[in-house]
């Protein structure tokens, strides 16, 4: 299976801290799009962002930004000056073109801590 | 708020019955997928259907079935329900069921729980 990898399971870190979401994908496709979503308590997919795999420019949302990098298939996600109201799940999903699912890693915990 | 709305927020189930979760999805939106999230665990892909046919299936058993309606709204059924079925099921609607996969809206989630 083209699996997606979220190696941190859990993070805490105390607020204005900077902090790193990493991922790793496994694909076949020569096209294919990654995306970030968060999940707050209350449960519904939040999406972040959108990037296509001949898009390798990073990319800033404010206090978001992501660093796309093929050679390594990473699409790593850092929120900087962290604040408690970023505490939340967070997925890294990938798609392909051609096929509708996304394909989920098993997220990452992210805990601020006041 | 995305605008996709689910029902029922919660419900629990003994093992081997039935049950039908709804799904009213963005407006304007034609496209609506189901998702599967076990506790501590990524959304797993179930079905996706676009205008009413079912547009693609993940690995799951013939007894999770789906239907979309011409408001597209739509129900997703589990049969025989087991105890691994207790999980978040998600449902998600998009603009578009084309090649390239467009933003998801995500609902609040039905939490079944099968005892």
């Known amino acids: 299976a083209q699996k997606v990898t979220q190696a941190q399971t859990e993070i805490s870190v105390v607020e204005k801290e900077d902090v790193t979401l990493d991922c790793v994908y496994e694909?076949?496709?020569?096209?294919?799009?990654l995306f970030w979503y968060k999940q707050p308590p209350s449960g519904e997919l939040v999406f972040l962002i959108r990037?296509?795999?001949?898009?390798?420019q990073n990319e800033i949302s404010g206090r978001y930004s992501w660093n796309f990098q093929k050679s390594t298939s990473s699409f790593n996600f850092t929120i900087t000056a962290s604040q408690v109201v970023d505490s939340a799940v967070y997925f890294c999903a990938r798609s392909s073109q051609g096929a509708q699912k996304l394909v989920f890693g098993q997220g990452t915990r992210l805990t601020i801590n006041p | 708020e995305t605008g996709v709305t689910q029902s029922p927020t919660h419900l629990i189930k003994t093992r081997g019955q039935q049950v039908t979760l709804r799904c009213s999805s963005q407006s304007g939106h034609n496209t609506v997928s189901w998702y599967q999230q076990a506790l501590g665990q990524g959304p797993q892909f179930i079905f996706q259907?676009?205008?009413?046919?079912?547009?693609g299936r993940g690995n799951f058993p013939p007894r999770f079935s789906g239907l979309q309606f011409p408001n597209y709204s739509s129900e997703l059924n589990v049969n025989a329900l087991e105890l691994d079925d207790s999980a978040l099921y998600l449902c998600?609607?998009?603009?578009?069921?084309?090649?390239?996969?467009?933003?998801?809206?995500f609902g609040e989630g039905s939490r079944l729980t099968v005892l």
């Open positions: 694909t076949r496709d020569t096209t294919y799009y």
């Open positions: 259907y676009y205008r009413e046919e079912e547009n």
């Open positions: 990037r296509n795999s001949f898009d390798e």
């Open positions: 998600a609607s998009s603009l578009s069921a084309g090649p390239f996969p467009g933003e998801l809206f």
